[in-house]
């Protein structure tokens, strides 16, 4: 008990987390070696990617009937 | 060649005392090794009684004014590249003649000699220019630490710099975290030593310097603890850590 009375677990874990990073043996998002700008732009091409495909097939249905739509109901009306 | 920064931002954790130390541990083994204070305070220079008046300092030697063999001082096991307060103005005019390059200016100083089998560098306690290039040049850190609560604080503001440091492109390892003024009397010295054992692991040496009063005495007598006082704790201690630097490579 007496232990871990003086100095609280919290700052333990800190370090612990400080040092993986300070020696690179901890996975952070950022790409070793690079700038912060990297993390952004690493991240973008897999959203993208994923955002594309879905935004192609939904495309096809949804501007379609969407589309039509809208300008026939702001025509008319 | 082996270099080694010694680095801790904050004051009296036993930087100057484990280079200078260190430094003569490696000697005693037949090493050659150099000594270098990047340290305006000059408390490696005046710990080995090194005159530094009207001889080219490490000041002369980051600018380029002087080679860095004409600043060197040799002692009877040791050499020394030694700094004076003019260090200080030096850094200031370095970071405005080389704003986007200085960390590199010790690294480029010291580019190409030869003839020492370490080079140690000892750095001023704070995480400002001077201590960067000294870590830019050796990419190898030792860390003295006392066992201390507060120490622990400056521990991961070091620890943050090394990770920036090395995101920016520049290789850095730490060689080791070394607990100093290990005193066995106090339940704080043991928790945290066992903690940071528990937590750092292979990060801490297994070498502690403990308390010694003859590591405080041998500067006043302009001498290193293993000539000072070979048979006492403080040289043990560092004998000890010389022998897991050389084991490490």
């Given amino acids: ?77 | 060649m082996r270099k080694i920064t010694v680095i801790n931002q904050k004051g009296g954790t036993g930087k100057t005392t484990t280079a200078v130390n260190l430094g003569a541990a490696l000697s005693e083994t037949g090493r050659e090794v150099l000594l270098v204070d990047l340290d305006p305070q000059a408390g490696l220079t005046e710990s080995l009684g090194v005159e530094t008046s009207g001889s080219p300092t490490v000041a002369e030697v980051l600018t380029g004014e002087a080679e860095p063999r004409e600043a060197f001082h040799a002692l009877p096991h040791l050499t020394v590249l030694p700094s004076t307060p003019v260090l200080a103005e030096t850094e200031k005019r370095i970071l405005r003649e080389r704003p986007s390059e200085y960390p590199l200016a010790l690294k480029d100083a010291l580019a190409g000699m030869r003839g020492f089998d370490f080079v140690i560098v000892d750095c001023p306690p704070s995480l400002g220019a001077l201590s960067l290039m000294g870590m830019v040049y050796s990419g190898s850190l030792l860390i003295p630490l006392q066992t201390q609560y507060m120490a622990l604080n400056g521990l991961e503001k070091i620890l943050g710099m090394v990770k920036t440091i090395r995101e920016a492109g520049f290789p850095m390892e730490i060689l080791g975290i070394l607990p100093c003024m290990y005193d066995v009397r106090t339940s704080l010295s043991r928790q945290v030593e066992e903690h940071l054992r528990e937590t750092l692991r292979h990060k801490v040496f297994r070498t502690v310097i403990r308390q010694s009063i003859s590591l405080a005495e041998a500067p006043a007598r302009s001498k290193d603890v293993l000539s000072y006082q070979p048979g006492g704790r403080g040289a043990e201690d560092y004998r000890a850590l010389a022998q897991e630097v050389l084991r490490h490579g």
């Fill in chain 1, 1 to 77: 008990m007496g232990k871990k009375t003086l100095i609280p677990e919290e700052k333990w874990e800190g370090l612990r987390h400080a040092m993986e990073e300070a020696a690179g043996t901890r996975k952070t998002s950022k790409t070793p070696g690079l700038p912060a700008p990297a993390e952004g732009e690493a991240a973008r091409p897999e959203r993208g990617k994923k955002d594309k495909k879905k935004d192609k097939k939904g495309k096809k249905k949804k501007k379609g009937k969407k589309g039509k739509g809208k300008k026939k109901k702001k025509g008319k009306g």
